[in-house]
């Protein structure tokens, strides 16, 4: 049986990100994910949420060094997402409940799922 | 107030072979605090979708895990169809739906040897994996694989299972749940499990519900999350419900995948009495351009692929939501109050997979 899931992405602005997750809490969404895209000198940021199955999306687009406030206030769980990226993507993410400053995945090179932080790809394994 | 001393718990650890590390700290022989570290096996399988083609990345996508990697194969493919409106012949699903059942039943298997490892009963730990070898058979009998099975592709599976066969497969079953049935009712019924386990590393229904928690873990605190139950593959024509109980703790955790063990074995029967005839595959044609967050619940809970297509041979972005990574928050949060002694039992509860977790 194909899915057929409806999944609803809304894109928000970086100042309205607390206020919206803040409206999926208190209508009973739970937090599924925190997810990073690098699209190429940006980086989209994706926060999934779930109720009955009903999915929703809501998807920031922040530049290299702009800093990202915390949800973890509302979403306890947000800090293994929030830390992850940071640590994989050099994403500065503010006011974390549980920081590990960048140690949480301990990778042999900086940042590196980031083609725009590191100029170029550089996925040695690859 | 007695004096805090910190005692590290992993990354090397007997009851726990793969590499997680928690910081536990104690007052007296009590934990107070857990602070987890993960990420020393980080492998960056997620980056590898930009140098392989969407039809290849199955291979890797069923090498994130060694026990749910037949599962990951099916989560990624669903990800694909659904970018690329591809429907999948009913037949395949059926399949899909057999294999991932049989992954279920030796995952959980392995994991209540393990938890019974863990708790110093190695008798029934015997027991519990003499059983997942009889399941490794069936999944090397009809895939070729015991761990890797290499049958599910973009489009359908690689490779059928005859009458005879699921005849055979369907013959096994009343013997197997009997056996499975004594097994389990030594973890539900026995009064030194009950002992080890009621009470430990308890979560209420709201909080696991707030802390994003997923599977067996979420289910035995009361939270009816499954994401079978949206009818994905076969589960939408086998009509299933999912197995929850509510005491939260770790016996609540280990009774729901003794359940599931039972609840595995039913599906199969009714996916062998139901699969219809008719192709495997869908020949693919194009390259996938649009996006899709593809769900699918493994023994461990939902695991999410996200999956991002321009139109190209090759994806840009694969993320991997793994259940366990979902599932360290509430870890933390059961270990506080508990006794050092049970630290490695709570751990084991919510089944890590580090393997998963370091995709």
């Known amino acids: ?61 922040v530049g290299p060094e702009t800093e990202v406030p915390s949800i973890s206030s509302l979403y306890w769980g947000a800090f293994v997402y929030e830390n992850e990226m940071h640590d994989l993507f050099g994403i500065p993410v503010t006011g974390i409940n549980i920081d590990f400053k960048g140690t949480f995945i301990k990778t042999a090179e900086k940042y590196p799922f980031s083609v725009t932080r590191r100029g170029g790809d550089q996925c040695r394994n690859a | 107030m007695s004096k805090r001393i910190v005692v590290p718990f992993g990354p090397q650890h007997p009851v726990l072979p793969e590499p997680i590390h928690l910081d536990l700290v104690l007052e007296d022989e009590t934990v107070v605090e ?23 990345y199955v291979y890797v996508a069923e090498r994130i895990c060694g026990i749910c990697s037949f599962m990951h194969a099916v989560c990624y493919s669903q990800g694909i169809e659904e970018i690329m409106k591809i429907e999948v012949p009913d037949r395949a699903h059926y ?39 009889s399941v490794l058979d069936v999944l090397e009998d009809t895939s070729g694989g015991r761990v890797i099975q290499g049958t599910c592709k973009v489009g359908g599976v690689r490779r059928d299972i005859g009458a005879e066969k699921l005849a055979e497969m369907h013959r096994a079953l009343d013997p ?15 009064d030194t499990v009950k002992y080890r386990l009621q009470g430990l590393g308890v979560i ?26 949206t009818g994905y593959a076969a589960y939408g024509d086998l009509g299933f419900k999912p197995v929850v109980e509510t005491t939260g703790d770790c016996y609540a955790r280990c009774a729901v995948r003794v359940k599931e063990v039972y609840a595995s074995i039913d599906l199969i029967r009714r996916a062998i009495d139901q699969i219809p005839e008719g192709p495997l595959d869908v020949k693919v044609r194009g390259t996938p351009d649009g996006e899709y967050f593809s769900r699918v619940e493994q023994p461990r809970g ?58």
């Not at chain 2, 928690?213 to 079978?228: F, K």
């Open chain 2, 204 to 229: 209420p229904k709201d909080e696991a519900y707030a802390l994003g928690a997923v599977g067996p873990t979420v289910r035995a605190s009361g939270v009816a999350i499954d994401h079978r139950e």
């Open chain 2, 176 to 190: 197997f749940e009997e056996q499975c049935r004594d097994l389990g009712d030594v973890f539900l019924n026995d």
């Open chain 1, 1 to 61: 049986m194909t899915v057929n899931e409806e999944q609803t992405i809304i894109n928000v602005a970086l100042d309205d990100l607390t206020r919206e997750v803040e409206g999926l809490q208190a209508d009973g969404y739970r937090l599924v994910q925190i997810g990073c895209t690098d699209i190429g000198g940006a980086y989209e940021v994706n926060y999934s949420f779930d109720r009955d199955y009903q999915y929703r999306n809501l998807r920031v687009t």
């Open chain 2, 302 to 359: 939902e695991v999410i692929h996200y999956l991002r297509g321009n139109g190209t041979k090759h994806l840009t972005r694969a993320r991997i939501r793994t259940p366990t990574l979902a599932n360290i928050p509430i870890l933390v949060k059961m270990l506080p109050n508990a006794q050092l002694a049970d630290v490695p039992v709570v751990v084991l509860s919510i089944d890590p997979c580090i393997s998963c977790t370091e995709r």
């Open chain 2, 34 to 56: 857990a602070i987890p570290s993960i990420g020393y096996i980080h492998r960056g399988l997620e980056r590898l979708i930009e140098k392989r083609e969407f039809t290849e």
């Open chain 2, 95 to 133: 399949l899909r739906t057999i294999w991932s059942e049989c992954s279920r039943l030796h995952s959980h298997l392995l994991w209540l040897g393990l938890f019974a490892d863990g708790m110093g009963f190695e008798n029934l730990f015997m027991r519990s994996w003499r059983l997942r070898e």
